[in-house]
Nanobody
Framework: QVQLVESGGGLVQAGGSLRLSCAAS????????MGWFRQAPGKEREFVAA????????YYADSVKGRFTISRDNAKNTVFLQMNSLKPEDTAVYYC?????????????????WGQGTQVTVSS
């Protein structure tokens, strides 16, 4: 079992930056691939970014490529999402999630554990 807790969300103006964190507890964090997803009001939850066990592989949704960076610190059991050049359409609840497969995974149903989410609001 892995418990995930997100933090770092908030209100920011368009063009600004935020850094989300996801702290994990429970089983060995370095054995889990991690991902970030988001869900805007009235929309389905969508993939944002993923990172492999070691951090050596990453994958991004086209909508955030070049603006967002996913990283992890296995010594601190934490995964991060650095979000730059934020746009109003990035407004959503952001969730981190964990899976036990090798590599990077963008399919939502393959994730086993989820955090409670953190709200990100980008004003125009």
């Amino acid at each position: 079992q892995v418990q995930l807790v997100e933090s770092g969300g908030g209100l920011v103006q368009a063009g600004g930056s935020l850094r989300l964190s996801c702290a994990a507890s429970g089983r060995i964090f370095s054995r889990y691939g991690m991902g970030w997803f988001r869900q805007a009001p009235g929309k389905e939850r969508e993939f944002v970014a993923a990172i492999s066990w070691s951090g050596g592989s990453t994958y991004y949704a086209d909508s955030v490529k070049g603006r967002f960076t996913i990283s992890r610190d296995n010594a601190k059991n934490t995964v991060f999402l650095q979000m730059n050049s934020l746009k109003p359409e990035d407004t959503a609840v952001y969730y981190c999630a964990a899976h036990t497969m090798n590599g990077v995974v963008r399919i939502i149903t393959l994730y086993d554990y989820w955090g409670q989410g953190t709200q990100v609001t980008v004003s125009s």
